[in-house]
C-alpha cells in the first residue's frame, strides 16, 4: 500500500507514461486510405491551428497564402512563428515536441534536415513508429460518407488496418439535410427534403448500412453553439426519429460535439471555425428522454464545463470525453481534469487528440500525459492525507480506466 507521496507520484507517473491509451477521437485515416492520411514535417506546420496564429503576424492576402505549396506555407510558418518569434503556443510548442521525440536535432532549427528525415520515410513504418513513441494503441478515425475523397475507398478496400477504428460522422446530414438529401438519393435511398414517413425510414437505413459497413463504434456530429432538441426543424427530427432509434437498436453511442461556429472567418477555411456556448438543456432533455440510448458528449466553450460534468452526475447514459480543440491547451485541461475529477471520480474520458496530422499523436498525448498525471497525484494525496492508502495495481487500474477501459466499457465492446 503506498502511502509516501514521492513513491506515489514515482507510482503514478510510471503507469500514465506506459499506458496503453485508445485516442477516441482524431481526423486520422489508416493507411489503406492513402493520401487521406497526412504526416511530415511540413503538414505538421501547416496545421490549422498554426495557420491562424501565422496570420496573427502576416498582411499577406490570405488567397496569396493558400495558393503556395505547402512546403512553402510551411517555410513561412517556420521562418514566422518559429524564427521570428518563440513558439511558445500549444501548437507551435507541439511541433517541436514532435521532432524533439523523433531524435531530431531541433536547436538546429534546420528545417530542411527534419525534412530529410521524412524524405524516405514508408508510411506504414511511419504509422508504427508513431504508435509507438506516443503509446497510443488505437485511433478512432472521423469517417464522413458525403466526403468524396473518402466515400470511395469505404465503396472498396475500407479500413485494413485494426488500430484504427471507425466513426461515422454524419455533420451534412443533421446540419445540412436540404442539400445533403441530393446524395442520399444518388445512393438509391428514397428520401426527399420534406421528411416525409419513407424519408425517415430511409435515413434510418441509410445509417444502419453505414454503420455496419464501417463497423463504426459511434455516430458523430458536429454542432453549433444553438443546437436544440426538441425544436422545429428537420435536424430536430432527423435526431429524434433517426439517430436515437438506430443508435439504441444497435447499441452504438451518438456523439455530439457542440459549441463549433462554422467559418466566422471564412477566407481562414478550417482555421476559420470558432467558439460559442453550446445549450445544456438539450444534452438533458436527450439524456433524460432517451435512457436507453448512450451519449458521448464534448462542448467546445470553457463556459459550459462544469455544467456539462454536473449533468454527467445526473444522467448515467452520458459520458464526458475531451478538452476539445480550443481547450486542448495545459492550462485548461489542468482546469477541465480537476473539475471532472472532483465531481465524476473517474468515470470520464479526460482526453482526445483530435489529431489530423499522425506526428501530432506524440505531442498530444506527451503534453496530456503529464498534465492528467499531476492531477492525479494532487487527487491520491489528497485521499492518502485523509487516511486511505492506493496501492500499485490500483493506480494502474484507475489510469487505465481514463485512457481507454471507461470508453471500451461504455461501447459495450472490448478493444479488439
Ligand atoms: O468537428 C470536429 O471534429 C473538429 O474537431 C474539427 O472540425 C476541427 O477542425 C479540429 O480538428 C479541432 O481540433
Ligand atoms: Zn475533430
Not at 462542448?299 to 455544467?307: C, K, M, P, T
Not at 452520458?318 to 473517474?346: A, H, K, Q
Not at 492528467?372 to 494532487?378: K, P
Not at 494502474?396 to 481514463?402: I, Q, S, Y
Request: charged residues 25%; hydrophobic residues 40%.
Amino acid at each position: 500500500m503506498i502511502t509516501d507521496k514521492n513513491v506515489l507520484r514515482d507510482a503514478v507517473r510510471t503507469a500514465v507514461n506506459s499506458v496503453k491509451i485508445t485516442d477516441i477521437h482524431t481526423h486520422l485515416y489508416s493507411g489503406s486510405f492513402g493520401d487521406l492520411l497526412l504526416w511530415g514535417v511540413d503538414e505538421l506546420l501547416t496545421y490549422h491551428y498554426l495557420i491562424a496564429e501565422y496570420f496573427r503576424y502576416s498582411d499577406m492576402s490570405y488567397r496569396d497564402f493558400f495558393a503556395l505549396s505547402k512546403r512553402e506555407q510551411a517555410d513561412l510558418i517556420w521562418q514566422t512563428l518559429f524564427l521570428e518569434h518563440s513558439p511558445v503556443s500549444e501548437a507551435q510548442r507541439g511541433v517541436l515536441t514532435v521532432l524533439n521525440k523523433l531524435g531530431l536535432d531541433v536547436r538546429s532549427r534546420n528545417l530542411d534536415s527534419f525534412r530529410e528525415y521524412f524524405a524516405d520515410m514508408n508510411t506504414q513504418d511511419y504509422i508504427d513508429k508513431v504508435f509507438e513513441i506516443s503509446g497510443v494503441k488505437s485511433v478512432v478515425m472521423t469517417n464522413d460518407p458525403f466526403d468524396p475523397l473518402e466515400k470511395p475507398y469505404w465503396d472498396t478496400e475500407g479500413n485494413q488496418d485494426p488500430r484504427f477504428k471507425a466513426a461515422l460522422r454524419i455533420d451534412p446530414l443533421l446540419n445540412e439535410y436540404p442539400t445533403s438529401y441530393k446524395k442520399l438519393q444518388d445512393w438509391g435511398y428514397q428520401v426527399s427534403v420534406d421528411l416525409d414517413q419513407r424519408s425517415i425510414d430511409e435515413i434510418k437505413r441509410f445509417l444502419t448500412e453505414w454503420i455496419k459497413k464501417m463497423d463504426a463504434l459511434y455516430l458523430a456530429v458536429s454542432l453549433p453553439p444553438n443546437f436544440t432538441v426538441p425544436e422545429d426543424s428537420l435536424r430536430s427530427r432527423i435526431v429524434e426519429q433517426c439517430v436515437i432509434p438506430v443508435c439504441r437498436e444497435l447499441n452504438v453511442p451518438f456523439a455530439m460535439m457542440i459549441g463549433v461556429k462554422k467559418l466566422v472567418n471564412y477566407q481562414l477555411g478550417l482555421a476559420g471555425d470558432s467558439v460559442g456556448k453550446a445549450e445544456i438543456q438539450t444534452v438533458e432533455y436527450l439524456c433524460r428522454s432517451y435512457p436507453e440510448n448512450k451519449f458521448l458528449v464534448t462542448l467546445l466553450s470553457r463556459e459550459n464545463q462544469h455544467e456539462l460534468a454536473i449533468t454527467a452526475r445526473k444522467f448515467r447514459n452520458l459520458m464526458v470525453f475531451g478538452c476539445w480543440w480550443f481547450l486542448n491547451n495545459p492550462s485548461i485541461i489542468d482546469e477541465m481534469t480537476r473539475i471532472r475529477m472532483e465531481t465524476l471520480g473517474l468515470s470520464f474520458i479526460p482526453q482526445h487528440s483530435d489529431a489530423r496530422v499522425l506526428d501530432q499523436l506524440i505531442y498530444k498525448w506527451s503534453h496530456s500525459r503529464q498534465i492528467i498525471a499531476e492531477v492525479l497525484i494532487d487527487k491520491y494525496s489528497d485521499i492518502i492525507d485523509a487516511g486511505w492508502a492506493v496501492t500499485e495495481e490500483e493506480i494502474k487500474r484507475d489510469v487505465a480506466d481514463l485512457f481507454g477501459e471507461n470508453f471500451w466499457r461504455f461501447i459495450g465492446r472490448s478493444c479488439d
